[in-house]
Each structure stands twice: as structure tokens, then as C-alpha cells.
């Protein structure tokens, strides 16, 4: 795992309800990448409101193969799709996507029906939930409570920028080109949220 997350970071941030851990006896075989069975088994994922992820809130009971999930055919015309899903394991949604845990890899692609493309999204599960934390350890930065209008301009891009450097500084993937986490700044930096 590249990034520094740990249950302690997590819980400084989410309340321990909210992070879905999948123990070890309940991953399926299809699940082959022994960093991500560690990973889900003692860390987890946050399944919280609000940071534009919506994971499985059934982690806990086992894992969802993608092929349950949406059959192969749904993605045949999806540029970038592999040849073979079938290690390929469901973690949820984002905007216009489902979010796929490759088990041999570990690495995590956003599946966009937007775009009808399948990219790389983080190099690994500590890169996403890192991305996760990261989101919701800055909400009150870029979204703060009680402000009844919007946060000046040079202030939401300052806050983008530092959010996708500290990822970036993590894990180069999720910037390396157009995708999601692009959008997600590109809508910090305009005061969307």
C-alpha cells in the first residue's frame, strides 16, 4: 500500500461506524492481491455521505464481483476494458461511474458510462480512501458551514491545487490524465461545492 492510511487516520475523521471492513473469511477467492485482502480486512473503506463516493454498504458481508454486479456485455464497447473480469470486484459508485477493484492487481478503475471508458483511477485501495480522507478532512475548507455565499475564486483554486498536489504526491494516477478526480478539483476550484 502506497499511501499512509491507517484505522486511527480514518477514524479522525469518520465515525467507525461508517468504515466497512471486509475480514478475511468473508473475501472471495477473486480477490487474489494479498495488500487489498489486508487492506479491507484491517483498515477499510469509508461508506460516508458526502465525499462522492458511494461504496457497497455491504463490504462487510463479503465482495461483489463486477460480473454479478453488470454482466461483461455492458462494457464490451468501453475503451480500455480488459479482455477478462473475472477478478474484477464491485466497490460502489462515483458520478457517472462504478468504482472496480481489479483483485490480481489491486489496482482501482473508475468504469465511466459517461464517457464509455474504463481508466485507472488509484493505484491501489490506500490511494482511493487516502483520496477519501482527504476529501472529507478538507470539507470544512471548501464547503464550510454557515457561509451564505460562495468562497472567493482565488481562495476554492488554492484549496484544488493543495488537495490535488497531496494526492498527487501519493499516487500520480489519479491526475496522470482526464478523469474523475480532475473533475472533482476542477469543481472545488469553481466553488461548486
Not at 5 to 20: D, W
Not at 116 to 131: E, F, K, N
Amino acid at each position: 500500500m502506497i499511501a499512509p492510511v491507517t484505522a486511527e487516520l480514518l477514524r479522525g475523521v469518520f465515525p467507525a461506524e461508517q468504515i466497512a471492513r471486509t475480514p478475511l473469511d468473508r473475501q472471495s477467492a477473486i480477490l487474489g492481491h494479498t495488500a487489498s485482502r489486508a487492506f479491507l480486512a484491517d483498515i477499510g473503506i469509508p461508506v460516508a455521505e458526502g465525499v462522492l463516493f458511494e461504496i457497497r454498504d455491504d463490504l462487510a458481508d463479503g465482495l461483489t464481483p463486477l460480473l454479478s454486479h453488470r454482466p461483461a456485455a455492458d462494457f464490451s464497447e468501453y475503451e480500455g476494458a480488459p479482455a477478462d473480469f473475472g477478478h474484477w470486484i464491485h466497490l460502489g459508485k462515483a458520478v457517472y461511474s462504478d468504482i472496480a477493484l481489479d483483485g490480481t492487481t489491486g489496482i482501482v478503475y473508475d468504469i465511466n458510462d459517461e464517457v464509455r471508458a474504463i481508466q485507472p483511477m488509484h493505484t491501489d485501495l490506500s490511494s482511493m480512501v487516502y483520496g477519501m480522507w482527504l476529501l472529507e478532512k478538507r470539507r470544512a475548507d471548501y464547503a464550510p458551514q454557515g457561509l451564505n455565499e460562495m468562497l472567493p475564486v482565488e481562495e476554492t483554486e488554492r484549496i484544488a491545487d493543495e488537495i490535488q498536489a497531496e494526492l498527487s504526491g501519493i499516487d500520480p494516477l489519479p491526475f496522470a490524465g482526464p478523469g474523475w478526480w480532475e473533475g472533482v478539483v476542477a469543481d472545488i476550484a469553481g466553488g461548486m461545492w
